[in-house]
């Protein structure tokens, strides 16, 4: 604090916008006299629906509203250092997995659900912001991932991967595709694309306390499971059948899919609308696990909007994401204007005829998805995860993998 | 300009204006200032000084910063001062300069250094009354059987200065009540007027506020709730409210957390900035306390750190070492060609050659990163090949060395190109006319003396080098990592290394950050120092 006031000084004496720096977006946050709202959102999909829905709050009320987009990977710290600065928003929406690092930060407030509105809401996303027995924020949208697949190559969604192996090497022998699967594994790995397949093999990344809340020393990938579910993964990796390739990332899937280079890509329902303007026959299913194995579970992730402890404007805070976001009417005009998968069952039960996939993925999302954890050690968990995870796609000794990443997960939240 | 070695007292300059005649004391035009529009300029500028410490001032004070406020005053009337009094020439040259480096160069490094002795992290940002808030403030639950209202928040007599009152309906009971900071009082029904929903619109005896009139009072509301027996009622936006008690509260007299419901309590720790419970347990909010040296002593005695420090630091310089080393050999090949005078068109090459380097990097590693890919990537389809470039430590340095060659060359040869027009032609000629070959000649003469010119740009593109943050991270994120390490990889330098160690744990741990930030400063800078030395030796050969 006492340095950001420093450069406070010294930056406005060197009439520069150093003020910026220390708080970000300092000129509107915390200019006062106007009395409006003001709400921090993620630039990606979705900012602009999210625009129009403040701008209803805003001719409902009377009230000016500003929305502000900053990109998603820079939002959730530029948030937590201008709450420090005393120039925050009012409002702010993203990712439930950033709660349990605003609390930890005393950045978000909770907020008291009313029973109507619990009923209304998809119970996992109610879950998804609950955080130590409190609800932080309204959930809007309720993501886990799909398998995709090209119908005119792969009528009929497989039951297994066993089966979308067959069927895909089938296609891969005849000429037609190139990859079996476009499933993003990158150089450094992707642990979210690969959780419904460790799921499956038996592994998990967080034990559940009897409340439902994450046990921190509970890690996943130390207990034996995890070894044996990447046995399973690794053979269907580089040195194994070739299934899962490093060369396949987040960057390059949609375009393999598209393409038709593959009949299957796993990726979540924010590509339905990319999909949507290619020339691709497709179909959505859940994400196959292994024959002999459990059931594939996806991350759920779930956007909300959450009220800032230090904004100006508390109250209007507060009425925007406690009693006016979780009018299903608001959320339904969110959900038209962003076609995303919404978190209210109101909203689900409108869109099943008009937009079938959607209802689709929300369906399989509530049915095999498990919550991602949102407490701040998740964060030191994703590196080392997906680089074992990598490694054992590349061909190395699941065993040591494994047990190199527990360590260094273990070392970095002191467990 | 030169004018300013006058003793502006006693000789006045030649060709000042005029109104300056007698008015010395008030420097106008008595400190060289002598034309009318450097006047104006100087008028203009003092101005906008005046302007920007105003703009400046109104935050300071509304967050209450007065040693911000008095930092920024004595600036001020400093600036002033210099620009107006006779008597401080050599100030008036030098204040902008310093006030820039005290601002950019030296507040940033002790705000670096007095970090790095803190616990400054997330869950460690403020302080101790704000984690006693946060704690506080997260712990408020509902009480257990109480309804949710219907709020309407109107105030007693002025809507601006009143007191307020929550007009409360519950939708359970339909009863309708007034809440005020004495408590709640229940309303006749004949009293108030109720929308549709069963919301109060009207009530006999207060004004109902609006929107805009509520935001105007928001730090009354904060202050304000309704106290019941199990809790207070507090509003939740403009339209709801319910009776809700913190869970947790903070004692003074044992310097502790209590939780109402299970009776724990967390101690105050101040020397880690946590409150922690018996069993060891601590609450995630906690404070910023300093720390001494324990920062660094994690550094020094981290297992993970030491097994792969080494390694990192010769790949470091090496990096950056070859960096230099390629990127200036190929951009002097290509200037010493284009600087032929038998060749033609040489513009035009130029620009194709600068092409690439306006061009913004961070893109072009994106892009490059894509064209290592295995399967899919330019370089293995052109090649024929099926290298995973990026997969294996020794391949990925070539390829990050590659992008770095492409990225960089171009700006040494125009560097290159630039110091090799200001070498006097004579010089080459005499050695041609002495008999020197033309490669001895570039040798012994041309050479030497682009270096005397370039190496203080050699030695800051090694510093910038050495701490090449994007270059790795983008291309190859600091891989390959081996299978038992997955926090040292095989092309990270110290930078990405020590980002993955402070910001990969449960949170940023700016701390720690800083701690490393402080070491590699002082082994860039040591290098830096000794480079300059020899760069002297090289100019005093010269």
């Known amino acids: 604090m006492r340095g950001c006031r420093w450069k ?92 349990g690092n605003l609390v930890q930060n005393g950045t978000i407030d909770p907020i008291q659900l009313l029973p109507a509105v619990r009923e209304d809401l998809q119970p996992l996303a109610v879950q998804a912001v609950t955080y130590n027995g409190q609800v932080y924020g309204m959930p809007f949208t309720m993501n886990s991932l799909v398998l995709y697949r090209n119908t005119d190559l792969a009528p009929d969604a497989p039951a297994t991967i066993e089966d979308l192996v067959a069927t895909g090497q089938q296609l891969q022998a005849a000429g037609r595709v190139t990859e079996v699967l476009a499933l993003p594994v990158s150089d450094t790995g992707n642990a979210y694309f690969m959780y419904p397949l460790f799921t499956s093999a038996g592994g998990y990344v967080f034990g559940t306390a009897p409340d439902g809340s994450f046990d921190s020393t509970d890690l996943g990938l130390a207990a034996p499971q995890a070894v044996t579910a990447y046995q399973q993964i690794g053979a269907l990796g580089e040195k194994g059948q070739g299934v899962l390739k490093r060369s396949i990332s987040a960057e390059n899937d949609l375009s393999l899919f598209t393409d038709g280079h593959t009949a299957f890509m796993v990726e979540g329902p924010w590509q339905l609308p990319n999909l949507a303007k290619s020339s691709v026959p497709y179909d959505i299913s859940p994400v196959p696990g292994f024959a002999d194995g459990g059931p594939a579970s996806p991350f759920i992730t779930v956007d909300a909007c959450y009220v800032a402890s230090r904004g100006e404007h508390r109250t209007l805070g507060q009425e925007y994401v406690a009693n006016f976001w979780s009018r299903p009417d608001v959320q339904a005009a969110y959900q038209k204007a962003a076609e995303a998968v919404p ?68 070392g970095a939240i002191g467990g | 300009m030169a004018r300013s070695t006058v003793d502006v007292d006693t000789a006045r300059p030649t060709g000042s204006p005029p109104g300056g005649r007698g008015r010395a004391g008030l420097g106008v035009g008595s400190d060289g200032t002598s034309s009318p529009l450097g006047l104006v300029l100087k008028i203009a500028a003092l101005a906008l000084l005046a302007a920007v410490a105003v703009w400046g001032a109104v935050p300071l004070v509304r967050t209450q910063n007065w040693i911000g406020l008095a930092v920024l005053v004595a600036v001020t009337l400093l600036g002033f001062y210099v620009y107006l009094s006779p008597r401080t020439i050599p100030l008036k040259y030098l204040l902008p300069g310093t006030l820039f480096l005290i601002a950019f160069q030296i507040l940033p490094i002790v705000y670096t250094v007095a970090t790095a002795f803190t616990n400054f992290s997330d869950g460690h940002r403020g302080s101790k009354e704000e984690a006693i808030a946060a704690i506080e403030g997260a712990s408020v639950q509902q009480v257990p059987g109480s309804p949710v209202y219907d709020l309407t928040i109107a105030a007693d007599g002025d809507p601006s200065t009143g007191d307020l009152v929550f007009l409360l309906a519950d939708p359970t009971t339909d009863q309708v009540f007034a809440g005020t900071s004495d408590g709640l009082a229940p309303l006749s029904a004949a009293d108030v007027q109720r929308s549709d929903a069963g919301r109060i619109t009207a009530a006999e005896g207060y004004t109902v506020l609006d929107v805009a009139q509520i935001s105007d009072r928001q730090d009354d509301l904060t202050a304000f709730t309704v106290p019941t027996d199990d809790g207070a009622i507090r509003n939740q936006g403009l339209s709801s409210a319910f009776d809700g008690a913190p869970q947790r509260a903070y004692d003074a007299g044992c310097d502790c957390i209590t939780d109402a419901a299970s009776g724990r309590t967390w101690t105050a720790d101040d020397g880690n900035g946590a409150f922690v419970a018996d069993d060891g347990q601590t609450l995630a909010q906690g404070w910023r306390v300093g720390v001494g040296l324990r920062n660094f002593g994690a550094i020094f005695t981290n297992d993970v750190i030491r097994s792969s420090f080494l390694r990192i630091v010769v790949w470091n310089f090496a990096f950056a070492f070859l960096t230099v080393l390629i990127t200036f050999g190929l951009g002097l090949l290509v200037a010493l060609a284009l600087n032929n005078p038998m060749l033609k068109g040489k513009t035009f090459y130029r620009s194709l050659i600068i092409l690439p380097y306006a061009m913004p990097a961070v893109a072009m590693y994106l892009v490059w990163r894509n064209m290592f890919n295995t399967d899919f990537g330019l370089i293995n389809r052109i090649l024929g090949t099926h290298v995973n470039w990026l997969g294996n430590t020794a391949s990925s340095m070539v390829a990050i060395l590659l992008v770095q060659l492409w990225l960089g060359y171009n700006y040494m040869f125009l560097v290159i190109t630039g110091a090799l027009q200001s070498i006097p032609k004579d010089l080459t000629e005499a050695a041609g006319v002495d008999g020197a070959k033309p490669f001895y000649a570039f040798r012994t003469i041309t050479f030497p003396l682009l270096l005397v010119a370039l190496a203080p740009l050699l030695i800051s593109s090694f510093a910038f080098n050495f701490n090449n943050f994007n270059a790795i991270y983008l291309v190859t994120q600091g891989g390959p990592f081996s299978p038992d390490n997955p926090s040292a990889g095989g092309t990270d330098l110290l930078i990405t290394y020590t980002y993955r160690l402070a910001f990969g744990g449960a949170g940023a741990d700016y701390g720690f950050a800083a701690a490393i930030s402080v070491v590699i400063f002082l082994i860039v800078g040591v290098i830096s120092v000794l480079a300059f030395r020899r760069t002297r030796a090289l100019e005093e050969v010269n």
């Open chain 1, 8 to 99: 406070l000084a010294v930056g406005a004496i060197v009439a520069t916008t150093t003020l910026g720096a220390c708080g970000g977006g300092t000129g509107d946050a915390g200019g006062g006299g106007d009395s409006g709202l003001l709400i921090w959102a993620g630039s990606g999909t979705g900012g602009d629906a999210l625009k129009q829905v403040a701008q209803r709050f805003g001719e409902e009320n009377g009230v000016p509203v500003d929305v502000e987009l900053l990109p998603g990977d820079e939002l959730q710290t530029n948030f937590v250092t201008a709450s420090q600065g005393n120039n925050a928003p009012d409002v702010v929406c993203g990712a439930h997995d950033w709660i």
């Open chain 1, 343 to 410: 978190a209210s069952l109101t909203v689900l039960d409108q869109i099943r005829d008009t937009q079938p996939l959607v209802a689709e993925a929300a369906d399989i999302a509530a049915q095999s998805g498990q919550i991602m954890p949102s407490i701040p050690e998740m964060a030191a968990v994703w590196d080392p995860w997906g680089k074992a995870e990598a490694a054992v796609v590349a061909g190395a000794d699941p065993r040591t993998t494994i047990t190199a990443a527990a360590t260094t997960i273990r």
